[in-house]
């Protein structure tokens, strides 16, 4: 991704969330929760990058106070946007309105969910799989271009499979994120190589 032309934003330290090796959650209580000013947004508009990016280390973009006026913004600039969220804490209502308002063919949502129903918030304690899926399969439904990341760790390397039919049946794009960096007693570190995770999207998609 080209920095000068793709401008990332992290719009808020707040989060709803709090996965286990998170520094927020390792330090609890160390990081103010702020929201960078509407001001700075409508400056990086006026700079008219290429696309805007809006993701987050420490906080989820989508629990800025005035999410819902930023996207607006950034539509009407006919800038292109990618928003990287977890997508839990709003209900379809919420969504129905981002995503109508986004109607530029080349915005991208990425949801980074942590397994199914019966998984997804082991480590990202308090996501709400319900919420996250049913914002994914909406924006689907609407046409949007949406992608289901599955960081795949030791509690949900079985239902990799499953988790990529699901998407598939609801029209949404599925990738594995799967991370070489661990500790050898990491407890979260997956016991299945890339190799098999990969062999496993693969089965799937031949199927």
Avoid at 92 to 97: A, L
Avoid at 177 to 199: A, H, M
Wanted: proline residues 4%.
């Amino acid at each position: 991704m080209n920095a000068r032309k793709n401008i990332k934003i992290e719009l808020t330290s707040r989060c709803f969330q709090a996965c286990s090796k998170c520094p927020r959650t390792l330090l609890k209580g160390l990081y103010a929760e702020t929201d960078i000013k509407i001001e700075h947004v409508q400056t990086v508009i006026n700079n008219r990058p290429d696309r805007i990016v809006l993701c987050g280390n420490l906080g989820d973009p989508i629990y800025h106070s005035k999410f819902p006026e930023i996207v607006e913004m950034i539509e009407k600039s006919s800038i292109p946007m990618s928003l990287y969220t977890v997508g839990s804490g709003y209900n379809e209502k919420w969504w129905e309105y981002i995503f109508a308002v986004c109607t530029n063919k080349d915005d991208r949502f990425h949801f980074d969910v942590d397994g199914l129903q019966d998984t997804a918030g082991t480590y990202r304690k308090g996501l709400i799989f319900d919420q996250s899926f049913n914002a994914m399969r909406l924006g689907a439904l609407m046409g949007a271009n949406v992608t289901w990341s599955f960081p795949v760790l030791k509690h949900n390397q079985h239902q990799v499979g499953d988790a990529y039919n699901l998407a598939n049946k609801n029209g949404i794009r599925f990738v594995v994120n799967y991370s070489e960096r661990w500790d050898q007693k990491d407890p979260w570190k997956p016991t299945l190589s890339k190799k098999d995770v990969d062999n496993l999207v693969e089965q799937c998609y031949n199927n």
